[in-house]
């Protein structure tokens, strides 16, 4: 499984200084920043303007809740940014297979600009998304609520 390590603010070990986390497995590393952590059995959260890097994706977000392969972003406006691709939604939750990012749903007013391997940016507007990534990061799938808005814009 995964090991954390956290840092903290001006007092060693006071939980709500948090300043930084590092989750690794192997040559896998997600650098999560946020003030306030909440460690319990097999998940975590972090609140207050978090961000999140590693070589897959980044993100921001209000709260986020770690649980196994399951990461959460919630707020007002999360943000989640992979590849050629960007999401926001009111939630956010991205669902790791084999440590690597492989789905990844939307709830409430979500929206996804993507460039399709012909260099096409799509734009997508839903209720909800779910998309499905391959292994090079590139949207594969999407599929949506009752209806799907978008447009996209070709280059020539």
């Known amino acids: 499984g995964f090991k954390m390590v956290y840092l903290t603010g001006k007092k060693r070990g006071k939980i709500d200084s948090l300043t930084g986390i590092k989750i690794f497995e192997e040559k896998d590393t997600i650098n999560i920043k946020g003030k ?4 319990l059995d097999k998940s975590f959260y972090i609140t207050d303007n978090v961000n999140i890097f590693s070589k ?5 977000c209000d709260t986020l809740l770690w649980e196994s392969d399951n990461i959460k972003l919630k707020g007002k406006e999360p943000l989640l ?17 084999k440590k690597k990012l492989k789905r990844i749903l939307s709830k409430d007013k ?7 391997e012909k260099k ?8 909800f998304l779910l998309i499905f990534l391959d292994d090079s990061l590139r949207v594969k799938e999407v599929s949506g609520g009752r209806k799907i808005e978008g447009e996209i814009r070709r280059w020539f």
């Open 36 to 39: 306030k952590l909440l460690i």
């Open 56 to 60: 897959e994706f980044n993100g921001v």
């Open 110 to 116: 979500s929206f996804l600009k993507t460039v399709s």
């Open 81 to 97: 940014v992979a590849k050629d691709s960007k999401l926001k939604g009111k939630s956010i939750e991205v669902l790791l297979e």
């Open 120 to 127: 096409d940016t799509l734009y997508l507007y839903s209720d």
